[in-house]
């Protein structure tokens, strides 16, 4: 409807908005701190189901969004307004956003959302985009309020009335709504058609893209437990040098310690690729036979990490080839540090073998891969 036609039907929506941007305005704050809330009974929720996400965001609906919803026209007649109390009508006044890397995740942050809140609308945006005359996939969206256990708080109960909407998204979604948005075509009659095709063939691939992107996932936490169990059933010659896989080897053989960062065992992980390492056969043939406490009190004065005691291994199992095919072989510092524990070693009358890892002559990943 044009303002023309706004202003002849007799109902001022210019006025009817800013009525209600005023009213909103004193209110902003409440709902930018509910917004907090509930992100934060979201993150500890996922944190405690160990679900992993790329973000989760919070933000109260800002006044110019706000006002130019208030003054939406009503579907059914357009010379009324859609809302006729804003501030109890429009459900996103508090928004917070989840993106998930995978698709699966989108279930069970499904699960989250539905343990901690009240839904009273769920709705797959999936299923009503065609409908509408948009393209592609929006994701899950949700109207919630707090659980009457939690409002009885006294940190809560200010919020008992209060709703708020949560999306949910996977990465490619989010994309995928982000740049809709941005290049603002509201219904298929208004795009060209030869950028109607361009989209929908975009919303096909971003789906692909989405499914692809899961089945790696799966395919690679099947190859990690796969991984483990050869691991634990002493099938070495079968892992590949993976850092799941590596940790799982030292946890068997050194012993399980939480201090190690999943970044140390990259690094070695590459390391051990590196120095020619193909497989977990050729490492426990390195470093068989040697006492890693016993070694790491000899070098050190103490019972270091697992990591630390694996490189001490490694150390002895090598002997000058350690050092000929580390990455920092040409820093004087390293070379003299490890020559002392060799040196060491020798007088403490342990043997230092001069371990290289045996390949055959096709095998590429024989080859020392830079870090």
């Known amino acids: ?12 929506f210019k006025a009817h908005s800013q009525v209600a941007v005023g009213k909103y305005q004193k209110l902003k704050p409440f709902y930018e701190e509910f917004s907090e809330i509930v992100k934060n009974i979201l993150k500890e929720a996922l944190r405690a189901e ?12 800002s006044l110019a969004s706000f006002g130019k919803k208030a003054a939406f026209q009503s579907d059914e007649d357009p010379s009324q307004p859609k809302y006729t109390d804003p501030l109890s009508q429009i459900t996103d006044l508090a928004g917070i956003r ?6 699966e995740t989108l279930h069970s942050v499904d699960k989250a959302i539905q343990s901690q809140f009240d839904v009273s609308e769920k709705t797959d945006k999936t299923d009503i985009l065609f409908k509408e005359g948009k393209f592609g996939y929006q994701g899950i969206h949700y109207i919630i309020r707090l659980k009457a256990n939690r409002t009885t708080l006294l940190e809560y109960n200010r919020f008992e009335n209060l709703v708020a909407e949560i999306q949910v998204r996977t990465i490619l979604q989010h994309a995928w709504a982000e740049i809709e948005h941005d290049i603002q075509y509201k219904s298929v009659e208004t795009i060209p058609s030869l950028i109607r095709r361009r989209f929908m063939s975009l919303a096909g691939l971003l789906e692909i893209a989405d499914r692809e992107f899961q089945a790696i996932q799966n395919e690679d936490e099947q190859l990690r437990q796969e991984a483990r169990i050869s691991v634990v059933e002493g099938q070495l010659e079968e892992v590949e040098i993976t850092p799941d896989a590596l940790k799982a080897y030292l946890d068997k053989t050194l012993g399980s310690d939480g201090r190690m960062t999943d970044w140390s065992y990259q690094w070695t992980a590459r390391m051990l690729r590196r120095m020619g390492f193909t497989n977990f056969k050729q490492i426990d043939e390195c470093i068989k036979g040697y006492n890693d406490d016993h070694i790491s009190r000899l070098l050190s004065g103490t019972r270091q990490g697992q990591l630390s005691r694996f490189e001490f291994l490694l150390q002895a199992g090598m002997g000058e080839n350690y050092i000929d095919r580390h990455l920092w072989k040409s820093h004087d510092w390293f070379v003299n540090s490890c020559r002392n524990h060799l040196n060491t070693l020798r007088e ?8 290289v890892p045996q390949q055959g002559e096709n095998d590429e990943s024989a080859q020392p891969t830079p870090l």
């Open 1 to 12: 409807m044009s303002t023309t036609e706004s202003e002849n039907s007799g109902f001022d």
């Open 50 to 61: 160990d679900i992993k996400v790329n973000s989760i965001e919070a933000r109260a609906k």
């Open 98 to 103: 989840i993106i998930t890397f995978f698709p």
């Open 348 to 355: 403490a009358e342990i043997t230092v073998r001069a371990y």
